[in-house]
């Protein structure tokens, strides 16, 4: 949750779906006791003592409301939470390895709290969850044989919290839960499928994501319950917004803030970013890639494609971290071309901020996008995506209007957009009508909450 630690969109979506909601809901929210949650926690107040299951420990859960008064609840347990290292990864950027056991505890709190076993003053009507950290929420809700109705979200189907067939055990699930219908994922056990199965209602952050994903090549194993879950009904995809919070008019980290039309602002963001970034004077376009760099996010199709864009008398800034081989990668291709690409291997969000509205384009040449939250930050800071025509890149560009797409992970195919944005940079009366629209596409939350609140009310119906 971005309130407290990041790690991609995900900490974006829980810190913003949740204050959407609130102005109609009593939304709360259940996160791990890390240390930077604690740390920003004041006045954490006790709540109760939770039950453990087999190897999975009792916990303490306490509650403190952030400063606009969001209530979060804490899983406060020392041992499996407050540890240097990100969620999900020790400082080595393995696993951690009792993963397992730290994010049964999250869902086994979250059904607790469901049946009304976590605060003696509040039960909630429904239970959400997140990916598969979250995924057995639902799950140890249907072992206990309670209908407290559940949604789970699928925020990125690749990442699936698969561990050893003797893991059973030690979260206390039931054997008769191994098997095909139930957590048993080629003779493994599978959070994301926990979750995907037992839920109420499965969503996921995008509508051609949610199709996607019930094809072979992109269901990552599950697209024959996904398939099911579709024929049923009960999957939809519902696009992610942006925070209204995220306006180029109003941001206190830009060099200078500036508002759409305003095209001599966002040059004097463009020069301060060079100089940051130590590139040479230009008066060529500047394209930015700021993401995870990982396989996903077609790094190498970028890598490939900078000795194009340089050669065309185009600059890049670089901002992200990731697998070593794409850091070491990106590194090796800023020594290629100094003066002319720049990178940051590293996460810095008001430097996020000055990237997208210092650039003119946007690289996301996905090879596959659940939704991606990067090309409409860029659109809403005047910086045009260019990406692969997929997920959600697909439901948030118009090809041409307020971005590029482009049909194949290929960098034939990613080269055909970058020769077209080229020809808009040279053409400014077009390029400065695409930046109009980018930056006006209504991207808050409120269709997602309707959405939201649509899939809610069917699967309390259900229940
Ligand atoms: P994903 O969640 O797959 O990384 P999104 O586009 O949905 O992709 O979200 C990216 C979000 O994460 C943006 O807010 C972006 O600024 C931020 N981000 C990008 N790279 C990193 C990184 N290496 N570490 C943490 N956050 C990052
Ligand atoms: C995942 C996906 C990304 C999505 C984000 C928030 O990290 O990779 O596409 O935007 O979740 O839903």
Redesign the pocket.
Same mark, same amino acid.
């Given at each position: 949750m971005?309130d407290f630690v990041? *790690?991609?969109?995900?900490?974006?979506?829980s810190a913003s779906l949740p204050r959407a909601l609130r102005k109609s809901h009593d939304v709360r929210v259940l996160i791990p006791g890390y240390r930077e949650v604690l740390s920003h926690a004041h006045d954490l107040e006790f709540v109760s003592h939770l039950p453990g299951k087999a190897d999975v420990p009792s916990c303490d859960l306490a509650r403190f409301d952030t400063a606009d008064g969001l209530p979060i609840y804490v899983v406060v347990h020392a041992g499996l939470f407050e540890r240097n290292g990100s969620p999900y990864l020790n400082p080595n950027g393995q696993d951690w390895e009792d993963n397992d056991i730290r994010f049964a505890l999250l869902g086994l709190a979250a059904a607790e709290m469901a049946v009304g076993a976590g605060d003696p003053d509040w039960r909630p009507q429904i239970v959400h969850a997140n990916d598969w950290p979250a995924a057995l929420a639902p799950a140890y809700l249907a072992w206990r044989g309670a209908r407290v109705p559940t949604v789970f979200t699928v925020? +990125?189907l690749a990442y699936q919290g698969v561990f050893q067939r003797e893991t059973m055990g030690r979260l206390g699930i039931p054997d008769q839960a191994f098997q095909i219908n139930g957590v048993e994922f080629y003779d493994k056990l599978s959070f994301m499928k926990a979750g995907v199965f037992y839920a109420s209602h499965v969503t996921t952050?995008s509508e051609s994501y949610a199709r996607e994903i019930t094809s072979a090549e992109s269901g990552c194993g599950l697209d024959g319950l996904l398939r099911t879950r579709a024929a049923e009904g009960r999957l939809s995809g519902i696009l +992610?917004g942006i925070d209204e919070q995220w306006d180029p008019r109003s941001e206190p980290s830009l060099f200078q803030n500036f508002e759409a039309g305003d095209w001599a602002g966002k040059r004097r963001n463009s020069s301060a970013l060079r100089k940051h970034f130590g590139l040479a004077v230009s008066r060529g376009p500047l394209f930015a890639v *700021?993401?995870?760099? *990982?396989e996903?996010?077609g790094i190498d199709l970028i890598v490939e494609s900078a000795e194009d864009i340089v050669a065309a008398g185009g600059q890049m800034v670089i901002?992200?971290?990731?697998e070593r081989k794409l850091e070491s990668d990106v590194r090796s291709l800023v020594e290629r071309h100094p003066g002319q690409v720049a990178a940051h291997i590293?996460?810095d969000?008001s430097e996020?901020k000055n990237v997208?509205a210092g650039s003119d384009f946007l690289l996301?040449p996905?090879r596959f996008?659940?939704?991606?939250?990067?090309?409409?930050?860029a659109q809403r800071f005047g910086s045009l995506p260019i990406a692969h025509r997929v997920g959600?890149l697909a439901d948030s560009i118009q090809d041409g209007v307020n971005g590029f797409l482009f049909q194949k992970p290929s960098a034939s195919s990613f080269r055909g957009a970058l020769v077209r944005a080229f020809g808009i940079f040279g053409a400014k009366a077009r390029l400065n009508t695409m930046r109009h629209s980018a930056m006006r596409r209504a991207a808050g939350w409120q269709d997602a909450c309707s959405g939201y609140e649509l899939v809610y009310a069917r699967s309390i119906g259900n229940s």
């Open positions: 971005a990041k *790690v991609g969109g995900l900490g974006d979506v925020h +990125n952050v +992610n *700021v993401s995870r760099l *990982v996903q996010k901002t992200g971290t990731g590293g996460f969000e996020a997208y996301m996905s996008e659940p939704c991606g939250l990067s090309q409409m930050y959600g």
